[in-house]
């Protein structure tokens, strides 16, 4: 069984997009490098520092289902139907679309994110689950779901906006040390949640 891992750029402050869903500078470092790579759209490529390449590539190929929300899957209009890593999406939304056009796409659409996770888990098999980070990370925290957090930190300040936690409040959780990635714009930072 692979891992859930919530996964976002986010600001030093913590912040993964504004008031508004803009990512501002965050998203730069996908196009500052000589390094060429994609996701699952071929259409698609980035191009970033090489030692971000190396951890990107190796996350991303563990990864066999994205899990978002109902606002990441509108901003985005569900990657026109194709994933943006990995082979299958599931959604998180008490109101699946009735009019998206790619009805065919491996997108699936569930109401609450311990049934997300469960989906997720059943569909990925022994890859690994990629949370976006949000609100849902919040609610799957609370509910003991994540076993690793992707933290790709960008040096801006946002000041406000929408949060790499969401609204969680609940208990203090404790990390194991991070692995350390020095990409060119962006560190990555990479936790296992505590077990003990």
Not at 8 to 16: H, P
Not at 30 to 59: C, I, K, M, Q
Not at 188 to 194: C, T
């Amino acid at each position: 069984m692979g891992n859930v891992i919530a996964a976002a750029v986010v600001s030093l402050d913590g912040f993964v997009a504004d008031t508004e869903d803009g990512v501002g500078p965050l998203f730069d470092w996908y196009n500052n490098g000589p390094v060429e790579l994609y996701g699952t759209d071929p259409g698609r490529p980035f191009h970033v520092s090489p030692a971000s390449a190396d951890y990107v590539n190796t996350a991303w190929r563990k990864v066999g289902v994205v899990l978002c929300g109902r606002r990441l899957f509108d901003i985005t209009n569900g990657w026109e139907g194709v994933p943006p890593f990995g082979q299958h999406v599931v959604v998180v939304t008490h109101e699946p679309p009735t009019d998206w056009p790619f009805p065919d796409a491996p997108f699936t659409f569930v109401s609450g994110i311990e049934e997300a996770v469960a989906k997720a888990k059943e569909l990925a098999g022994d890859q690994d689950i990629s949370l976006a980070a949000g609100n849902l990370t919040g609610q799957a925290l609370r509910a003991g779901l994540i076993d690793e957090l992707s933290y790709n930190l960008v040096p801006v300040i946002f000041g406000t906006g929408k949060k790499f936690f969401g609204d969680y409040a609940g208990e203090q959780i404790l990390l194991d040390d991070p692995e350390i990635i020095e990409g060119d714009r962006v560190t990555h930072l990479h936790y296992r949640v505590s077990k003990g």
